[in-house]
C-alpha cells in the first residue's frame, strides 16, 4: 500500500505494509506469550528490499496512514536526538534523576 506524507520541502512517498506479530525477545527462559504488536514495513519504490521497520504498540485498528505517520515521527526524533549528540557533544553527558 502507499502513502504520502509532508517532508520538508516536498511531499515523501513509499510503499508500507502493517501487520500485527508477537515479538519473541526479553525475559529469556520464561515461557510468556507477549501482546500482539504491529510491524510497520517500509519498502521506497526505489529500492530492491525494503529499507525500514519498526514495532508499534499503536491500537489494533488505525488506519495505515496513521501508523505511518506516528512512526515517521518517532524516526525524526532519534534522527533529531542523534543529531544533538553529534552537533553538542550530548552523547558525553548521562543524565540522572
Avoid: C
Avoid at 20 to 42: C, F, S, Y
Avoid at 44 to 53: G, Q
Avoid at 59 to 80: G, S
Wanted: charged share 25%.
Amino acid at each position: 500500500m502507499s502513502n504520502a506524507s509532508e517532508g520538508t520541502n516536498e511531499t515523501l512517498s513509499g510503499r508500507f505494509a502493517a501487520l500485527r506479530v508477537r515479538h519473541a525477545g526479553g525475559n529469556a527462559g520464561k515461557a510468556r506469550l507477549r501482546p500482539l504488536q504491529w510491524l510497520l514495513i517500509e519498502w521506497p519504490a526505489h529500492e530492491a528490499e525494503p529499507s525500514k521497520y519498526a514495532l508499534s504498540t499503536l491500537p489494533k485498528d488505525p488506519p495505515l496512514n496513521e501508523l505511518v505517520n506516528a512512526t515517521h515521527q518517532r524516526w525524526r526524533i532519534e534522527r533529531d536526538y542523534q543529531g544533538l549528540k553529534q552537533d553538542f557533544g550530548l552523547g558525553h553527558y548521562e543524565g540522572r534523576g
